[in-house]
């Protein structure tokens, strides 16, 4: 152990913060360094007369606490005033802002607020319930060959009356044309279509 | 005053009660004006120091820990005030301005004189005044841990709580202060050696 080191022991010794493996060391170093042990002595006298020095009295304790005493009531005194006066010590102008602000804000909550869907607008929210019914039809209907026939029957013959409802101006339609469109069973339509087909290509 | 006592009188002082606090004070303020008095040296500044300790800790006592130690707590604050006020009131001597000060030597070597002359005063009165400048010469922070050590009979680990620092630091600052001690009174243990 190096003599540094030991006088260092020795003042945590003194303090008595030295753990047992410390102590031990420091013994041994000290059985065989004189320098060290008249160190560790000196200290020791002095340690001793330091804890002997007399403690300092407060002259006069009764003005120290009536002093003292006077000084805690005037801060109690103050922190109850504190306490009571907190919501009006608030300046005028940040109480106007924070009014400003508010009135603001109720402005725009009204002014942004979602109306009621007008006539023949559809909200966001229906067409999306729209879509998926729509979907969940589509893979309902997907799956039964009956219902899928049916249901392109029906949109053929939607898609027939439309079309005999559109008249643009100038148009010629043959009276076999309209006449074909009129019957609603279609594969009598398109058989007929085939025949004449046949025909012409005999022909 | 035991620990129970103790704590009712910080949770009724927490409340505001002034009269609370002030047992609570009277328990204290003898160990915290030895304190300031060992740092300042001065009556006046440690009885100012004292009462502002006690009125800072009334003001803060909202914020105090029942579970944590009150005298730790309130050393802390003495400590903290005394070191702000030797910041601004007088300049800090550094560890050669300690040993290379010639009036300071010059008087070590008298007094060292005078402790070996039998016609003067006793050798433990001598030592005892040369201690007393030997310690006021330290370093402030030296000071400070080796009075809450020495003088207020604190272990490491709570001067260190008092200072804000490490046990390691605070045992580093002690070994310091004593080894500058020592150092500053070599001439007495010398002559005493000799004779």
Known sequence: MRCSRCQKLISDWLDGNLSQQDSKRLGAHLKKCPGCNEYFEALKVIDREVRRLPEVEIGDITEFEASLRRELNQIDQQKLITKRKRWFKIPVPAWGIGLLFLAAAIYLLFYFRPGPAENGQIELATLLSYEDSYLTLTQTIATDDDVMESLNQEIINSIIQETLAWEPDGSDYSEIYHKQINVINIDEYLLQQEDNMGFQEGK | ?195
């Open chain 2, 1 to 195: 005053m035991n620990r129970e006592e103790e704590r009712q009188l910080i949770q009724q002082a927490q409340q505001g009660n002034a009269e609370a606090f002030m047992t609570l004070a009277r328990t204290y303020q003898s160990r915290v004006f030895n304190l300031i008095y060992r740092l300042t040296k001065n009556r006046e500044d440690t009885a100012d120091l004292t009462q502002e300790t006690f009125l800072k800790a009334f003001r803060a006592i909202k914020e105090f820990r029942v579970s944590s130690s009150f005298h730790t707590w309130l050393h802390r604050i003495a400590v903290n005030l005394s070191l702000n006020f030797l910041k601004k009131s007088e300049p800090q001597k550094n560890y050669r301005e300690y040993f290379n000060s010639r009036e300071d030597r010059d008087r070590d070597n008298k007094l060292a004189n005078n402790f070996i002359s039998p016609e003067n005063a006793s050798e433990a009165e001598q030592l005892k005044a040369s201690l007393e400048k030997a310690f006021d010469g330290l370093p402030t922070i030296y000071k400070a841990a080796f009075s809450l050590v020495v003088f207020q009979g604190m272990s490491h680990k709570e001067a260190a709580e008092v200072l804000g620092c490490s046990e390691g630091t605070v045992s580093w600052r002690i070994h310091q202060a004593r080894r500058m001690i020592k150092e500053k009174l070599d001439p007495y243990f010398g002559r005493t050696k000799e004779t």
